[in-house]
């Protein structure tokens, strides 16, 4: 099975940027999503297909890869950036399992 | 406007089978490569995917899960269930539902409906 690492927390000052990564196997191998959640509400898509914005979505989100790593950058980091972000992508076996990472816990200072 | 809701009891007990259903508006799994999946998330801890309904009703499930877990669909009531066996204490999250399409990202989620298991 898939195992997608994060890490566990992150902090950063606003206006400052912070960098998400990622790391598994089949990173490179398929498209990897981000997901924004804040406190008490559902997940919301904020990258896809790994560097593509939703509509609706600040520019100041971007995604990129790079061998067996995700990143997900957040330039100009704002107070409401502050939540838990998860990477996803979907396996490689037949059974096509779904993957989340670890998730890692943004915190603005 | 594409929306998603969870339905199911907020309490089960251990041993017993749980039923949620995904009520949602806006798509349909008529729809070629339209796809539903449940998600759960333990209090505190991270989203595991769990199983994925599509379009054609190809199925999929976690493998962790799979001898517990059924998932269904009723296109003309644009719903999909959710049905887990054997429930545990461990089980308890809150379990959304959510789309994907084209892209095969969950571009739309459900609020999230909260399951406690405990005698």
């Known amino acids: 099975s898939s195992v997608m690492t994060q890490p566990p927390s992150l902090s950063v000052a606003p206006g400052q940027t912070a960098r998400i990564t990622c790391g598994g196997d089949?990173?490179?191998?398929?498209?990897v999503h981000w997901y924004q959640q804040k406190p008490g509400q559902a997940p919301v898509l904020v990258v896809y297909d790994d560097s593509v914005r939703p509509s609706g979505i600040p520019e100041r989100f971007s995604g990129s890869t790079s061998g067996n790593t995700a990143t997900l950058a957040i330039s100009r980091v704002e107070a409401g950036d502050e939540a838990d972000y998860y990477c996803q992508l979907w396996g490689t076996s037949s059974y096509h399992p779904g993957v989340f990472g670890t998730g890692t816990k943004v915190t603005v200072l | 406007q594409v929306t998603l809701k969870e339905s199911g009891p907020a309490l089960v007990k251990p041993t017993q089978t749980l039923t949620l259903t995904c009520n949602f508006s806006?798509?349909?799994?008529?729809?070629?490569?339209?796809?539903v999946s449940w998600i759960r998330q333990p209090p505190g801890k991270a989203l595991e995917w769990l199983a994925r309904i599509d379009w054609d009703d190809d199925k999929f499930y976690i493998t962790s899960l799979k001898t517990r877990l059924t998932i269904s669909k009723d296109t003309p009531k644009n719903q999909v269930v959710l049905t887990m066996t054997n429930m545990d204490p461990a089980d308890t999250a809150t379990y959304y539902c959510a789309r994907t399409w084209a892209n095969w990202a969950f571009d739309y989620w459900g609020q999230g409906t909260l399951v406690t298991v405990s005698s």
């Open positions: 089949n990173i490179g191998r398929k498209s």
């Open positions: 806006g798509f349909s799994l008529s729809t070629t490569g339209m796809r």
